[in-house]
Protein backbone atom coordinates (compact mmCIF):
# COMPACT_ATOMS: atom_id res chain seq x y z
CA UNK A 1 0.00 0.00 0.00
CA UNK A 2 1.34 3.53 -1.12
CA UNK A 3 1.41 6.47 1.15
CA UNK A 4 0.43 9.23 -0.75
CA UNK A 5 -0.17 13.17 0.83
CA UNK A 6 -2.24 15.78 -1.46
CA UNK A 7 -2.45 19.26 -0.49
CA UNK A 8 -4.47 20.24 2.45
CA UNK A 9 -5.11 16.65 3.23
CA UNK A 10 -3.28 14.57 5.65
CA UNK A 11 -3.34 10.55 5.19
CA UNK A 12 -1.40 8.14 6.75
CA UNK A 13 -1.28 4.27 6.28
CA UNK A 14 0.42 1.83 8.01
CA UNK A 15 3.24 -0.70 5.63
CA UNK A 16 3.79 -3.92 7.25
CA UNK A 17 6.55 -5.47 5.52
CA UNK A 18 9.70 -6.70 5.90
CA UNK A 19 12.51 -3.93 5.56
CA UNK A 20 16.25 -5.82 5.06
CA UNK A 21 18.95 -3.98 6.55
CA UNK A 22 22.13 -4.25 4.85
CA UNK A 23 25.05 -6.45 6.05
CA UNK A 24 27.39 -4.13 8.01
CA UNK A 25 31.67 -4.54 8.34
CA UNK A 26 32.02 -7.01 11.16
CA UNK A 27 34.64 -5.88 13.54
CA UNK A 28 36.85 -8.40 15.67
CA UNK A 29 38.35 -6.83 18.60
CA UNK A 30 41.48 -9.10 19.97
CA UNK A 31 40.15 -12.50 18.56
CA UNK A 32 37.63 -14.54 19.58
CA UNK A 33 39.61 -14.34 23.07
CA UNK A 34 37.82 -10.86 23.41
CA UNK A 35 34.57 -10.33 21.51
CA UNK A 36 32.65 -8.92 18.89
CA UNK A 37 31.47 -5.80 17.42
CA UNK A 38 28.77 -6.28 14.76
CA UNK A 39 26.14 -3.44 13.94
CA UNK A 40 26.16 -2.27 17.16
CA UNK A 41 25.80 -5.43 19.12
CA UNK A 42 28.35 -6.81 21.45
CA UNK A 43 28.90 -10.29 20.70
CA UNK A 44 30.78 -12.20 23.40
CA UNK A 45 32.19 -16.19 23.71
CA UNK A 46 29.49 -16.92 25.56
CA UNK A 47 26.88 -15.65 22.50
CA UNK A 48 29.02 -17.55 20.19
CA UNK A 49 28.69 -20.80 22.35
CA UNK A 50 25.02 -20.01 22.36
CA UNK A 51 24.85 -20.28 18.50
CA UNK A 52 26.50 -23.65 18.55
CA UNK A 53 23.77 -25.09 21.08
CA UNK A 54 21.13 -23.34 18.83
CA UNK A 55 22.43 -25.10 15.33
CA UNK A 56 23.33 -28.56 17.44
CA UNK A 57 19.45 -28.35 18.45
CA UNK A 58 18.17 -27.92 15.08
CA UNK A 59 20.82 -30.43 12.57
CA UNK A 60 17.94 -29.75 9.93
CA UNK A 61 17.32 -25.91 10.08
CA UNK A 62 18.23 -24.27 7.20
CA UNK A 63 20.81 -21.31 7.52
CA UNK A 64 17.61 -18.70 7.06
CA UNK A 65 15.74 -20.41 10.01
CA UNK A 66 18.57 -20.72 12.02
CA UNK A 67 19.30 -16.61 11.72
CA UNK A 68 15.48 -16.20 12.45
CA UNK A 69 15.56 -18.52 15.48
CA UNK A 70 18.79 -16.68 16.95
CA UNK A 71 17.10 -13.21 16.46
CA UNK A 72 13.73 -14.37 18.39
CA UNK A 73 16.24 -15.83 20.82
CA UNK A 74 18.46 -12.37 21.01
CA UNK A 75 15.03 -10.42 20.72
CA UNK A 76 17.21 -8.70 17.61
CA UNK A 77 14.46 -6.65 16.08
CA UNK A 78 14.37 -3.23 13.99
CA UNK A 79 12.91 -0.38 15.60
CA UNK A 80 9.61 -1.28 13.83
CA UNK A 81 9.60 -4.64 15.50
CA UNK A 82 10.71 -6.65 12.48
CA UNK A 83 13.55 -9.43 13.06
CA UNK A 84 16.96 -8.20 11.97
CA UNK A 85 17.68 -11.49 9.89
CA UNK A 86 19.78 -10.08 7.27
CA UNK A 87 21.88 -8.96 10.21
CA UNK A 88 22.40 -11.82 11.52
CA UNK A 89 22.41 -13.93 8.40
CA UNK A 90 25.86 -11.65 8.14
CA UNK A 91 26.65 -11.71 11.60
CA UNK A 92 26.76 -16.29 11.36
CA UNK A 93 28.43 -16.48 7.99
CA UNK A 94 31.42 -14.19 9.34
CA UNK A 95 31.28 -16.62 12.41
CA UNK A 96 31.30 -19.30 9.97
CA UNK A 97 34.08 -18.43 7.72
CA UNK A 98 36.32 -17.40 10.22
CA UNK A 99 36.08 -21.17 11.86
CA UNK A 100 34.23 -20.40 14.93
CA UNK A 101 30.85 -21.74 14.04
CA UNK A 102 29.78 -24.68 11.27
CA UNK A 103 26.91 -23.70 9.29
CA UNK A 104 24.92 -26.19 7.70
CA UNK A 105 25.50 -26.15 3.80
CA UNK A 106 23.51 -23.90 1.25
CA UNK A 107 20.41 -25.35 0.34
CA UNK A 108 19.42 -22.93 -2.59
CA UNK A 109 21.50 -19.62 -4.52
CA UNK A 110 19.17 -17.04 -5.03
CA UNK A 111 20.45 -14.16 -7.76
CA UNK A 112 21.53 -10.94 -5.56
CA UNK A 113 20.95 -7.89 -8.10
CA UNK A 114 22.69 -5.64 -5.70
CA UNK A 115 25.92 -7.76 -5.95
CA UNK A 116 26.25 -7.17 -10.19
CA UNK A 117 28.27 -4.16 -10.84
CA UNK A 118 28.14 -1.88 -13.64
CA UNK A 119 26.47 -3.23 -16.59
CA UNK A 120 25.94 -6.67 -14.92
CA UNK A 121 23.37 -4.54 -13.25
CA UNK A 122 19.49 -5.17 -14.48
CA UNK A 123 18.34 -1.52 -15.55
CA UNK A 124 14.99 -0.66 -15.12
CA UNK A 125 12.50 -1.23 -18.21
CA UNK A 126 11.90 1.78 -19.74
CA UNK A 127 8.30 3.06 -18.96
CA UNK A 128 6.87 6.05 -21.42
CA UNK A 129 5.32 8.79 -19.62
CA UNK A 130 3.51 12.29 -21.00
CA UNK A 131 6.41 14.10 -22.02
CA UNK A 132 4.56 17.54 -23.44
CA UNK A 133 6.33 20.90 -21.59
CA UNK A 134 4.50 21.84 -18.72
CA UNK A 135 5.08 25.48 -18.67
CA UNK A 136 2.92 26.62 -15.50
CA UNK A 137 2.88 28.87 -12.50
CA UNK A 138 2.77 26.98 -9.12
CA UNK A 139 -0.32 27.84 -8.37
CA UNK A 140 -1.76 26.60 -11.84
CA UNK A 141 -0.92 22.80 -10.99
CA UNK A 142 -1.71 22.44 -7.32
CA UNK A 143 -2.99 20.41 -5.78
CA UNK A 144 0.66 18.23 -5.78
CA UNK A 145 0.02 14.63 -4.60
CA UNK A 146 3.21 13.07 -2.63
CA UNK A 147 3.16 9.61 -3.29
CA UNK A 148 5.21 6.99 -1.13
CA UNK A 149 5.92 4.25 -4.19
CA UNK A 150 8.20 1.85 -2.29
CA UNK A 151 7.01 -1.84 -2.78
CA UNK A 152 4.04 -0.56 -4.97
CA UNK A 153 2.93 -1.13 -8.29
CA UNK A 154 4.25 2.67 -9.20
CA UNK A 155 7.94 1.67 -7.92
CA UNK A 156 8.96 0.50 -11.12
CA UNK A 157 7.80 4.18 -13.16
CA UNK A 158 9.62 5.63 -10.27
CA UNK A 159 12.80 3.17 -10.54
CA UNK A 160 12.52 4.16 -14.92
CA UNK A 161 12.08 7.71 -14.62
CA UNK A 162 15.07 7.75 -12.79
CA UNK A 163 17.39 5.83 -15.09
CA UNK A 164 15.56 7.90 -17.89
CA UNK A 165 16.31 11.13 -16.97
CA UNK A 166 18.52 11.63 -13.75
CA UNK A 167 22.53 11.93 -14.76
CA UNK A 168 23.66 9.47 -11.94
CA UNK A 169 20.70 7.37 -13.55
CA UNK A 170 18.84 4.39 -10.93
CA UNK A 171 20.78 2.42 -7.64
CA UNK A 172 18.78 0.20 -6.10
CA UNK A 173 19.10 1.89 -2.36
CA UNK A 174 19.94 -0.49 0.27
CA UNK A 175 18.80 -0.19 4.06
CA UNK A 176 15.83 1.97 5.20
CA UNK A 177 14.40 3.92 2.02
CA UNK A 178 11.95 5.49 0.80
CA UNK A 179 10.71 7.02 -3.06
CA UNK A 180 8.21 9.57 -3.64
CA UNK A 181 6.69 10.50 -7.09
CA UNK A 182 4.83 13.63 -7.34
CA UNK A 183 2.44 13.88 -9.45
CA UNK A 184 -0.04 16.72 -10.78
CA UNK A 185 -3.71 15.73 -11.79
CA UNK A 186 -2.20 12.75 -12.21
CA UNK A 187 0.77 12.96 -14.15
CA UNK A 188 4.26 12.52 -12.92
CA UNK A 189 6.35 15.51 -12.28
CA UNK A 190 9.28 14.71 -9.91
CA UNK A 191 11.28 11.94 -7.55
CA UNK A 192 12.64 12.05 -4.72
CA UNK A 193 14.64 9.07 -2.79
CA UNK A 194 15.29 9.18 0.84
CA UNK A 195 17.67 6.10 2.58
CA UNK A 196 19.76 5.40 5.47
CA UNK A 197 22.68 8.55 5.84
CA UNK A 198 26.44 7.31 5.53
CA UNK A 199 28.15 6.61 8.67
CA UNK A 200 30.89 8.94 8.59
CA UNK A 201 30.74 12.03 6.96
CA UNK A 202 33.24 14.83 8.49
CA UNK A 203 32.03 18.05 8.38
CA UNK A 204 28.42 16.64 8.96
CA UNK A 205 29.70 14.93 12.28
CA UNK A 206 31.51 17.90 13.35
CA UNK A 207 28.20 19.86 13.01
CA UNK A 208 26.19 17.75 15.01
CA UNK A 209 28.65 17.66 17.45
CA UNK A 210 28.32 13.99 18.67
CA UNK A 211 30.74 11.36 19.42
CA UNK A 212 31.63 8.63 17.16
CA UNK A 213 29.93 6.31 20.26
CA UNK A 214 26.97 8.12 19.69
CA UNK A 215 26.97 8.42 16.26
CA UNK A 216 27.32 4.60 15.90
CA UNK A 217 23.64 4.10 18.20
CA UNK A 218 21.80 7.38 16.46
CA UNK A 219 23.00 7.65 12.60
CA UNK A 220 19.36 5.61 12.07
CA UNK A 221 17.72 9.31 12.58
CA UNK A 222 19.38 10.77 9.98
CA UNK A 223 18.16 10.96 6.30
CA UNK A 224 19.67 11.26 2.95
CA UNK A 225 18.50 12.60 0.28
CA UNK A 226 20.29 10.64 -2.64
CA UNK A 227 18.12 11.08 -5.76
CA UNK A 228 16.22 14.46 -6.33
CA UNK A 229 14.66 14.87 -9.92
CA UNK A 230 12.66 17.47 -12.07
CA UNK A 231 11.42 16.07 -15.21
CA UNK A 232 13.24 18.20 -17.87
CA UNK A 233 10.18 18.73 -19.20
CA UNK A 234 8.73 20.91 -16.67
CA UNK A 235 9.35 24.44 -16.29
CA UNK A 236 7.79 25.56 -13.02
CA UNK A 237 9.09 28.32 -11.12
CA UNK A 238 9.96 27.65 -7.38
CA UNK A 239 8.71 23.82 -7.69
CA UNK A 240 11.82 22.41 -6.66
CA UNK A 241 11.95 24.32 -3.26
CA UNK A 242 8.07 23.79 -2.45
CA UNK A 243 8.43 20.05 -2.80
CA UNK A 244 11.63 20.26 -0.55
CA UNK A 245 9.89 22.28 2.18
CA UNK A 246 6.60 19.78 1.86
CA UNK A 247 9.11 17.15 2.19
CA UNK A 248 10.47 17.98 5.36
CA UNK A 249 7.13 17.67 6.93
CA UNK A 250 5.85 14.70 5.35
CA UNK A 251 9.11 12.58 5.33
CA UNK A 252 9.44 12.25 9.35
CA UNK A 253 5.93 10.88 9.31
CA UNK A 254 6.14 8.54 6.86
CA UNK A 255 9.42 7.79 8.20
CA UNK A 256 8.03 6.94 11.67
CA UNK A 257 4.68 5.11 10.59
CA UNK A 258 6.93 2.56 8.53
CA UNK A 259 10.25 2.85 10.60
CA UNK A 260 9.19 2.75 13.68
CA UNK A 261 11.44 5.44 14.55
CA UNK A 262 11.65 9.30 13.92
CA UNK A 263 14.51 11.25 12.25
CA UNK A 264 15.69 14.74 12.98
CA UNK A 265 18.16 15.81 10.73
CA UNK A 266 18.18 15.67 6.46
CA UNK A 267 21.12 15.60 4.38
CA UNK A 268 22.11 15.70 0.63
CA UNK A 269 25.64 15.54 -1.54
CA UNK A 270 25.59 18.66 -4.05
CA UNK A 271 28.40 18.33 -7.32
CA UNK A 272 29.11 21.74 -7.27
CA UNK A 273 30.64 21.40 -10.94
CA UNK A 274 27.19 20.77 -12.12
CA UNK A 275 24.58 22.35 -9.64
CA UNK A 276 24.25 24.67 -7.11
CA UNK A 277 21.95 23.33 -4.99
CA UNK A 278 19.33 26.42 -5.05
CA UNK A 279 16.43 24.93 -4.43
CA UNK A 280 18.05 23.66 -1.38
CA UNK A 281 19.60 26.94 -0.24
CA UNK A 282 15.89 28.71 -0.73
CA UNK A 283 14.21 26.04 1.14
CA UNK A 284 16.98 26.63 4.04
CA UNK A 285 18.83 24.03 3.94
CA UNK A 286 22.68 24.69 5.50
CA UNK A 287 26.11 24.26 3.65
CA UNK A 288 27.99 22.02 6.24
CA UNK A 289 31.24 21.38 4.00
CA UNK A 290 32.91 19.45 1.72
CA UNK A 291 33.49 15.47 1.31
CA UNK A 292 37.01 14.59 0.78
CA UNK A 293 35.90 12.89 -2.46
CA UNK A 294 36.93 8.85 -0.64
CA UNK A 295 34.38 6.44 -1.10
CA UNK A 296 33.03 5.16 2.36
CA UNK A 297 35.79 1.71 2.56
CA UNK A 298 38.49 3.79 1.11
CA UNK A 299 41.85 2.94 2.80
CA UNK A 300 43.62 5.74 1.17
CA UNK A 301 43.98 9.05 1.81
CA UNK A 302 43.89 10.16 -2.05
CA UNK A 303 40.59 11.24 -3.35
CA UNK A 304 39.21 8.47 -5.57
CA UNK A 305 35.98 10.74 -6.58
CA UNK A 306 34.34 14.34 -7.35
CA UNK A 307 34.48 16.29 -3.88
CA UNK A 308 30.78 16.94 -3.01
CA UNK A 309 29.20 19.91 -1.25
CA UNK A 310 27.32 18.51 1.77
CA UNK A 311 24.07 20.36 2.67
CA UNK A 312 21.45 19.36 5.97
CA UNK A 313 18.27 20.24 7.02
CA UNK A 314 17.12 20.35 10.71
CA UNK A 315 13.77 18.35 11.72
CA UNK A 316 13.44 19.76 15.12
CA UNK A 317 15.33 23.20 16.71
CA UNK A 318 16.60 20.60 19.45
CA UNK A 319 18.45 17.93 17.17
CA UNK A 320 21.80 18.44 18.38
CA UNK A 321 19.79 17.02 21.63
CA UNK A 322 18.11 14.64 20.60
CA UNK A 323 21.07 13.30 18.25
CA UNK A 324 23.47 13.71 21.04
CA UNK A 325 21.75 11.45 23.51
CA UNK A 326 22.53 7.70 23.86
CA UNK A 327 19.71 5.27 23.50
Not at 194 to 212: K, Q, T, V, Y
Not at 274 to 303: E, M
Amino acid sequence: MALRHSAGVKKKNKITSAYCVPLNFLLLLGGMEGKLAHRGRIVTDADVAFIRKLIAKYPTASRRALSKKLCEAWNWVQPNGTLRDMVCRGLMLKLHRGGHIQLPPVRRVTGNPLSRRGAERRKPAVIAVDTTPLRATLAEIRPLEFRQVRRTPEEQLFNSLLEQYHYLGYTQPVGEHLKYLICTRGRPIACLAWSSAPRHLGCRDRFIGWSAEVRRTNIRFLCYNTRYLILPFVEVANLASHILSRMARLLPVDWQCIYGHPIYFLETFIDPQRARGTCYRASNWQVLGRTRGLGKDSRSTTPNRSIKEVLGYPLSKSFRRLLSELR
